[in-house]
């Protein structure tokens, strides 16, 4: 009976180790999503699998290019995928299907050719604003509709795709 008692012991507890260690890993570290809806279309479809890094964020500021989760600004509950456009202290103008950045048009690399950038938006950014949008322009609800994103709201950058297991591919 001692040594049955003693194994379901190192049972409980390494079971307990483990999901202490789950918990904190993925509360505080990385966070999986699934990408749902087209607003990311043609770099992240719907069904995508992706991890997202929940500590670069403490250590160093968001970045223009940035692909981010975050939560959404008129509902809390809900988690949106968005590419970091603006940053603190940028003038953000949309206008003539193109975006400028400080009076320089953004050279927008991950977007094909003929896409345009519907609005019509001039906004200088304060501290800790972020201005995001989905790479597929025309689909996408983001801040050109629902206006800036506050750093608060970020949680973290997509490091990760491992779903589908074809388009498996590290961010940096």
Same mark, same amino acid.
């Given at each position: 009976?001692?040594?049955?008692?003693?194994?379901?012991?190192?049972?409980?507890?390494?079971?307990?180790?483990?999901?202490?260690?789950?918990?904190?890993?993925?509360?505080?570290?990385?966070?999986?999503?699934? /990408? +749902?809806?087209?607003?990311?279309?043609? *770099?992240? =479809?719907?069904? $995508?699998?992706?991890?997202? #890094? @929940?500590?670069?964020?403490?250590?160093?500021?968001?970045?223009?290019?940035?692909?981010?989760?975050?939560?959404?600004?008129?509902?809390?509950?809900?988690?949106?995928?968005?590419?970091?456009?603006?940053?603190?202290?940028?003038?953000?103008? /949309? +206008?003539?299907?193109?975006?400028?950045i *400080?009076? =320089?048009?953004? $050279?927008?690399?991950?977007? #094909? @050719?003929?896409?345009?950038?519907?609005g019509?938006?001039?906004?200088?950014?304060g501290?800790?604003?972020?201005?995001?949008m989905g790479?597929?322009?025309?689909?996408?609800?983001?801040?050109?509709?629902?206006?800036?994103?506050?750093?608060?709201?970020?949680?973290?950058?997509?490091?990760?795709?491992?779903?589908?297991? $074809?388009k498996?591919?590290?961010?940096?």
């Amino acid at each position: 009976m001692k040594q049955f008692l003693a194994n379901l012991w190192e049972i409980i507890e390494v079971v307990l180790i483990a999901g202490i260690t789950v918990f904190i890993i993925r509360t505080y570290v990385v966070q999986p999503f699934l /990408v +749902s809806g087209q607003s990311m279309e043609p *770099n992240f =479809q719907g069904g $995508n699998y992706l991890l997202i #890094d @929940e500590v670069s964020y403490r250590l160093e500021d968001p970045q223009r290019g940035d692909v981010i989760v975050f939560r959404y600004p008129g509902d809390e509950k809900t988690f949106y995928i968005k590419r970091i456009i603006g940053i603190p202290g940028d003038q953000v103008v /949309v +206008s003539n299907g193109r975006v400028s950045i *400080n009076g =320089q048009i953004l $050279n927008e690399t991950y977007l #094909d @050719e003929d896409i345009r950038t519907v609005g019509n938006i001039n906004r200088k950014l304060g501290p800790d604003e972020y201005f995001v949008m989905g790479d597929n322009r025309d689909y996408s609800f983001d801040s050109r509709q629902w206006g800036i994103l506050s750093e608060k709201n970020i949680i973290g950058i997509v490091r990760l795709r491992l779903f589908p297991l $074809n388009k498996i591919q590290i961010y940096q």
